[in-house]
C-alpha cells in the first residue's frame, strides 16, 4: 500500500508563509521518482503548480509562483516539501503531492491534499 501524506496547511495573511510537506510510506520508491505539487482552487480544475526530479537536480515551476515557491525533497526522509513565500489570496486551493507525470492528470500517486486559505 502507497500513502502520501500531505500537511502544513492552513489559513494565513496576503504576505504571509507556510511550508507544506508530504510523506512518502509503503511500497513506493521515493527516492527513483520526480515529484510534484499540484493544487486545485475552488471550482476550477487541477494546476500543476511545481516539480523536482528524482535526485532533485531538476526543478520547474508554473509561471505564477516562481520566485515566491521552493520545492525541494529529502530522500533520506522520503518526504517532499514547498516553501510558499508572498502568499496571495489566489493562491489559496488544496494541495497535492504526486508523482510527476506529464500529464499530471495521469499520475497513479496521489496525496490526499491540504488546504491553504490566503485571507485578510
Known amino acids: 500500500q502507497v500513502q502520501l501524506v500531505e500537511s502544513g496547511g492552513g489559513l494565513v495573511q496576503p504576505g504571509e508563509s507556510l511550508r507544506l510537506s508530504c510523506v512518502a510510506s509503503?511500497?513506493?520508491?521515493?527516492?527513483?521518482?520526480?515529484m510534484s505539487w499540484v493544487r486545485q482552487a475552488p471550482g476550477k480544475g487541477l494546476e500543476w503548480v511545481s516539480g523536482?526530479?528524482?535526485?532533485?537536480?531538476?526543478?520547474s515551476y508554473t509561471d505564477s509562483v516562481r520566485g515566491r515557491f521552493t520545492i525541494s525533497r529529502d530522500n533520506a526522509k522520503n518526504t517532499l516539501y514547498l516553501q510558499m513565500n508572498s502568499l496571495k489570496p489566489e493562491d489559496t486551493a488544496v494541495y497535492y503531492c504526486?508523482?510527476?507525470?506529464?500529464?499530471?492528470?495521469?499520475?497513479?500517486?496521489w496525496g490526499q491534499g491540504t488546504q491553504v486559505t490566503v485571507s485578510s
Open positions: 523536482i526530479s528524482s535526485g532533485g537536480s531538476r526543478i
Open positions: 504526486a508523482k510527476w507525470v506529464v500529464p499530471i492528470r495521469r499520475s497513479d500517486y
Open positions: 509503503g511500497l513506493f520508491a521515493f527516492n527513483n521518482y520526480a
